[in-house]
């Protein structure tokens, strides 16, 4: 891009959303590189009108805009063919609406997660998005991403609870899904659309949620095991108990700093409540944690694999988690790799980090855990150098969907201007 191109673009821009909110400065912008691709130019509306100004303007000139919140979740995708524009929502930060009594709340796209927690948590409720980097991942980014922690477990993901959105479509039309209350009319899903479609259909503006009350106390109970079998058969009985924890997560011996194979139970309610988990549980218990010592484990939980070269999540169904935990196992040995394991056991919701080996043993490592897993199953390559995302298939196969997926994507980014070449299409 010329310098008088690079130089008019930013006076348009500043024209639409402010002086002060355009950046083209070399240092900025190389610190924003996403897999060292760059932007040309930064922008960060103020809202919704500036957000669709912004993208009609690139959609007329066929510039390609890659949506960013905190940038915490920029290492997930393929290579991008350009930044022209990297937008930012980090303005986007209004509370829409708040009803405590009908337990909603509505949120623009850059809040961050820490700060939305902390408004609900005054009103004695909770919010159950649990990652690493609250305090930089927006609501916007979360939502791109379907981002998720160990609360899926009980509460589910983000489609579970959210329960409305507004978004701008590539050509700048201001849309929404969706509402405000809990019950919505019926129709085409657009909202469930938007949560994990990586920033392609759309620029996430704003969205509602549905919220749930705190427990008056929580306490974890961990049981340990020798073998991951064991882990799994522990699994089994509490899946046919009473008991429904907020969080059932097992942790490999590498995970959870131990030799054992770990299953971390989170319950909360009452002392009778938690009583009947410890009746429920009984010798299967190895220690309970409760107060600081039960936050510095889950904290420790949404930090593992932070340091990982290459991180990936797998999803299938919970009847098949052995025989994957069998082949990590041995497809990890066989190619000289140490890896940890994380994650949801009860839903089939899993996360593993490799370490220790050459591009040629996880490209290997990967190829041969998708290959065990069923047809329905998903293994997505999250974290990985951007050298090995040549070699690698960072989504893995197409899913059976793939000519709807083209047809909603061909209707909402026609020219394909929004995050072009990150994401399956």
Known sequence: MSTATASARMTELAAIVGEKYVNDAPAKLNALAIDGVAPAITVAPGNAEQVSAVLRYAQERELVVAPAGGMVHQEIGNIPSAIDILLRTERLVTIEHYDPGDLTIG????????DLEALVRDQGQ???????????????????????????????GLREFCIGVRFVT???????????????????????????????????????????????????????????????????????????????????????????????????????????YAS????????????????????????????????????????????????????????????????????????????????????????????EVPRDASVVVTRCPSALKSEINVWGA????????AAVKYAMNPKDTLNRGRFLL
């Open 398 to 405: 197409s899913p059976t969907n793939l000519k709807a997926m």
């Open 126 to 156: 909770v919010f159950p998005v649990d990652v690493a980097h609250a305090d930089r991942v927006t609501v916007g980014g979360a939502m791109a991403v379907a981002a998720q922690g160990p609360h899926k477990h009980f509460f589910g």
């Open 170 to 276: 590539a050509d700048g039309v201001i849309a929404k899904a969706g509402g405000r209350v809990v019950k919505n009319v019926a129709g085409f899903d657009l909202m469930k659309l938007m949560i994990g479609s990586y920033g392609t259909l759309g620029v996430i503006t704003s969205a509602s949620f549905k919220l749930f009350p705190r427990p008056v106390q929580t306490r974890t109970f961990m049981c340990e095991f020798a073998t991951m079998a064991e882990a799994i058969e522990c699994r089994d009985r509490v899946r046919s108990s009473p008991l429904s924890p907020f969080c059932f997560e097992l942790l490999s011996p590498s995970a959870a700093g131990s030799e054992a194979w770990t299953i971390a139970i989170r319950a909360g309610g009452s002392d009778r409540v938690l009583g009947r």
């Open 280 to 371: 429920e549980l009984g010798s299967q218990v190895t220690r309970t944690l409760e107060g600081g010592e039960e936050q510095q484990l889950w904290a420790k939980i949404e930090m593992l694999g932070e340091h990982a070269p290459v991180t990936v999540s797998v999803n299938l169904p919970p009847s098949s988690m052995l025989a994957l935990l069998q082949t990590l196992e041995r497809t990890s040995a066989g190619n000289h790799l140490s890896y940890s394991a994380w994650g949801r056991v009860a839903i089939g919701s899993m996360q593993f980090a490799f370490d220790g080996g050459m591009a040629e043993n996880y490209v290997a490592a990967v190829k041969a855990i998708r290959k």
């Open 107 to 114: 949120v623009g796209a850059g809040t961050s997660l820490s």
